[in-house]
């Protein structure tokens, strides 16, 4: 792959379909593939937050992310960061740092005032080869999307194709990848450039119908079913948070913390290597497809 500087984007037709960890996965299999990478999202609503120097705050999610690629996390791989209050009140965590505090309402309203606040902090991703950014929720959420500052508004800021993950789990699958797709703007659709179906339980021979149907509906390929496995850093706050000691030394066994959430990113490598075509996503990355 060339090494110029290079986007790729993660969306979910829900939340919790999976980006996150699809997100650390490919933050791993860059890293191990020998670039410099490194994680952004824009916004994260979340109180599972940790401190990394100087008592920044940004999303668990991010600091993981950020370890995969093997390097310190920073305040600006999560620039925006959202910490629920209670009785629809917020407050505004910028670049690791207190903002302010508002109404959910509010914020929704004035969030595309940060979009200037964004394009400088991404400036920092230019310092790597690669770029693995996250979405939010849905990139269709119809009723708030002209205010998007983390999902298709964001992929063409910084000229990001993108992948969608869905979740099987949960039932729909199709009706979910072909709503979001349907919902999609015509330029944003032209950055979708495949399908990752995730928490497939079950023999993969019985989704070929429906994979062909909908490879033929949008003219997406299907890059891979990602089978439902046990991943000790899935949960925002399930390894990174060092709240319940206990627990974590239960699971780390005789391994070290870091050694344990090596084991777990390496796992996590292996599942997408062997379920993902990851040729297909550099062919992506490398403005082939």
């Known amino acids: 792959m060339e090494t110029k500087h290079k986007n ?22 860059f ?35 950020a ?20 009785q629809g009140n917020i407050d505004i965590i910028l670049n690791g740092e207190y903002f302010s505090s508002t109404t959910g309402e509010e914020y929704s309203k004035d969030k595309i005032k940060f979009r200037d606040y964004l394009k400088k902090f991404y400036e920092n991703a230019k310092n790597y080869e690669i770029c693995v950014l996250e979405g939010a ?13 983390v999902n298709m508004n964001m992929a063409k800021l910084v000229n990001s194709k993108a992948i969608l993950v869905a979740d099987i789990n949960r039932g729909g699958v199709f009706a979910s990848i072909y709503g979001t797709y349907m919902l999609l ?34 003219g997406i390929k299907v890059l891979g ?40 990113f390496n796992k996590l490598e292996n599942l997408l290597r062997e379920n993902v075509d990851i040729d297909y996503i550099y062919k992506i990355l490398n403005g082939e497809i």
């Open 67 to 86: 370890y995969a690629c093997g390097i310190e996390p920073k305040p600006w791989m999560n620039p925006i960061l959202l910490l629920p209050k209670g």
């Open 137 to 149: 929720g849905s990139p269709v959420e119809i009723n708030i999307k002209e205010n998007d500052i």
């Open 225 to 264: 079913i990602v089978p439902y496995e046990n991943i000790d850093i899935e949960d925002e706050d399930g390894l990174i948070s060092k709240r319940d000691t206990e627990d974590i030394k239960k699971r780390c066994g005789e391994k070290s913390f870091e050694e344990y959430r090596e084991e777990q």
């Open 8 to 29: 790729i984007m993660i969306l979910g037709t829900s939340s919790g379909a999976g980006k996150s960890l699809i997100t650390t996965g490919l933050c791993r299999i």
């Open 185 to 218: 703007d015509e330029d944003e659709k032209k950055l979708l450039k495949g399908i990752i179906i995730n928490k497939f339980r079950g023999k993969k021979s019985i989704l070929q119908k429906g994979i062909d149907k909908i490879e033929s509906l949008t």
């Open 31 to 65: 890293y191990k593939d020998g670039y410099k990478v490194c994680p952004f999202k824009a916004q994260n609503m979340s109180r599972n937050f940790g401190i990394i120097k100087e008592n920044k705050r940004i999303a668990i999610s991010q600091i993981l992310q």
